[in-house]
């Protein structure tokens, strides 16, 4: 077989003697190189041929390498070339030859060579791109190293922020009883205040919880309640000299959501409130508005304390900076009095009666006859209507606390049926209204549970009725329906309170007419009672007022003093 392979056939030799003859004759240097880039692979990897398989015979001697091939030695060797032309072609055509470990013939150990020395000049070929590409694929992987390791450093801030918010969250989360408010607990409360109109103005220190309280009402009134933030409007409490523009924007959309015609039953200010302009503002907004104002502060165990505030308030400030707010807040943290605030629907009712029932009295002859006791110019027929003048919120007093000036505002403010109960919805009892020269106005008749709220020594006005004192508890109780000019509202509850001395003491009074609405008596002094034959019953909220800051009523150098003056309403 070895011999049948080394023998050149006669037809391949015929072929290559017939393709030489076609052939241009090559110029040395051509033939040179042809001749080595055939024998160049061979001849370096000669050492790797096993020394167990010897070399037969008639195996060619490849040329060296650095002598060139004469032209005669073309023309001269003929067997050679032909010998050389079918191992070329074979090499071409032989794509991926497989190792062989063991040749069994010259050819295949030809081949072998030809197939090592192709990987081998490949390889050195490759050498420099590999490299350079190893190069860029190592600075790749390092670029993908570095960004994964900033990707997982993000993501590690990511989740320590994330569980720094939680934790902030959990902190924020108040202590059992913060949210116990009456208008978010007490479903007749929540009831009525679905149908009516109120306004909640939420007041307190920054951090001090009022946006988790504004959340808290806005979940128990969905769909009927809107929350109007100062942060959304560019307001800084701390520095309300750089919020001008940002107050107005704030003022603006609160009135926009308190006016007739919008969805909202309840609207919820959400701002510090520290100060009694702002305070004043905004009741002025409600009753305009024709809604009833409610001023709350949160009720966390934080509220007041300073570290605590600044630890935990979004906006960055320092103790100094919220303890030049906390000033003013505690200035204000009394309101200008507590008591009933009838809803808007029911004052228009109440209003209603008490014209029906001027206009009804001013005609009767009873009271043409003590006409003189009424007024000095009894010569002069009196239009009620006229003559009393109706201002403000129609509401039932129970402490006037003046901001904390007042005996005993601070106890009355701290009594625990104060707090659990501000907020709260009542159903007032209306049972007689009265006319002297100076009010007109209807009598509360308290029930147990209003009693509560009442304060101890209300009836005790020694210095102006001495027989008060020893009235029932409540018998104060009244709602300012008018005054005459340059007269004070607050003496409508002394013109009360002297009938019902007088009532006390056995004077049944003169009983003048019964008439649709109940039974009218006459008093003396131009004082006239008409007890209800059916109470009104009127829904009210139990809430608190700040009105207008009054102006120093002590004048300079010597002025006199003026009494001060109160402005109940």
């Not at 006669?10 to 033939?31: C, G």
């Amino acid at each position: 077989m070895d011999a049948e392979q080394n023998q050149t056939s006669p037809e391949v030799v015929t072929k290559a003697e017939k393709y030489l003859e076609k052939q241009p004759e090559l110029e040395s240097s051509e033939v040179s190189e042809s001749a080595s880039a055939l024998y160049f692979e061979p001849d370096k990897k000669q050492t790797t041929v096993p020394e167990k398989q010897p070399m037969p015979e008639k195996t060619p001697e490849p040329l060296p390498l650095d002598e060139p091939l004469a032209e005669n030695n073309i023309e001269t060797a003929p067997e050679k070339m032909a010998e050389l032309v079918p191992q070329a072609v074979k090499l071409s055509v032989q794509a991926a030859p497989e190792p062989v470990t063991q040749p069994e013939s010259e050819d295949e150990v030809e081949a072998d060579k030809q197939t090592d020395a192709e990987i081998a000049v490949k390889k050195v070929e490759a050498e420099k791109p590999v490299e350079a590409g190893a190069v860029m694929e190592e600075k790749l992987v390092e670029a993908e190293i570095v960004k994964e390791v900033e990707s997982e450093k993000r993501a590690a801030g990511e989740a320590d922020a994330v569980e720094q918010q939680k934790a902030e969250v959990v902190e924020q989360i108040p202590a059992p009883g913060t949210l116990s408010f009456a208008f978010l607990e007490h479903e007749q409360t929540k009831a009525t205040l679905r149908t009516s109109r109120t306004l909640i103005i939420l007041r307190g220190l920054p951090g001090s919880g009022k946006s988790l309280l504004a959340r808290a009402i806005a979940d128990s009134y969905q769909g009927l309640c809107t929350v109007c933030c100062a942060d959304d409007h560019g307001v800084k409490p701390e520095s309300p000299e750089t919020s001008a523009d940002g107050y107005k924007a704030f003022d603006d959309a609160v009135v926009a959501c308190c006016s007739v015609g919008t969805s909202s039953q309840v609207i919820v200010v959400d701002d510090t409130n520290h100060t009694h302009d702002r305070l004043a503002r905004l009741g002025e907004v409600a009753e305009q508005h024709r809604l009833v104002a409610m001023f709350l502060e949160p009720r966390t165990e934080w509220s007041r304390d300073l570290p605590q505030l600044a630890k935990r308030t979004q906006r960055g400030l320092e103790e100094a900076q919220i303890q030049a707010m906390k000033v003013p807040l505690e200035e204000t943290s009394l309101p200008l009095f507590f008591g009933w605030f009838l809803l808007p629907g029911i004052q228009d009712k109440v209003r209603c009666t008490s014209m029906d029932f001027l206009k009804t009295l001013d005609t009767l002859e009873a009271f043409k006859k003590h006409l003189p006791d009424f007024t000095v110019e009894a010569e002069k027929e009196v239009d009620l209507e006229q003559y009393f003048q109706a201002n403000g919120v129609l509401h039932c007093t129970t402490k006037f606390c003046d901001y904390g000036k007042a005996e005993g505002a601070k106890e009355y403010a701290d009594k625990p049926a104060v707090k659990e109960l501000y907020g709260s919805a009542f159903e007032l009892s209306l049972s007689a209204l009265f006319v002297t020269p100076r009010t007109v106005g209807a009598r509360v008749s308290l029930s147990e549970d209003q009693l509560t709220l009442w304060p101890a020594d209300a009836e005790e006005v020694v210095s102006v009725v001495p027989a008060a004192a020893t009235l029932p508890a409540g018998s104060r109780a009244h709602i300012t329906l008018g005054c005459a000019e340059g007269v004070e509202p607050q003496q409508t509850g002394f013109d009360l309170l002297e009938i019902l001395a007088l009532q006390q003491e056995g004077q049944e009074g003169e009983l003048v007419e019964e008439m649709e609405l109940g039974s009218l008596a006459y008093y003396g002094k131009g004082r006239w009672l008409l007890s209800l034959r059916e109470p009104i019953s009127t829904q009210a909220c139990f809430s608190s007022l700040y009105g207008p800051k009054k102006a120093d009523s002590t004048k300079k150098d010597g002025d006199k003093k003026k009494k001060q003056k109160c402005t109940i309403l």
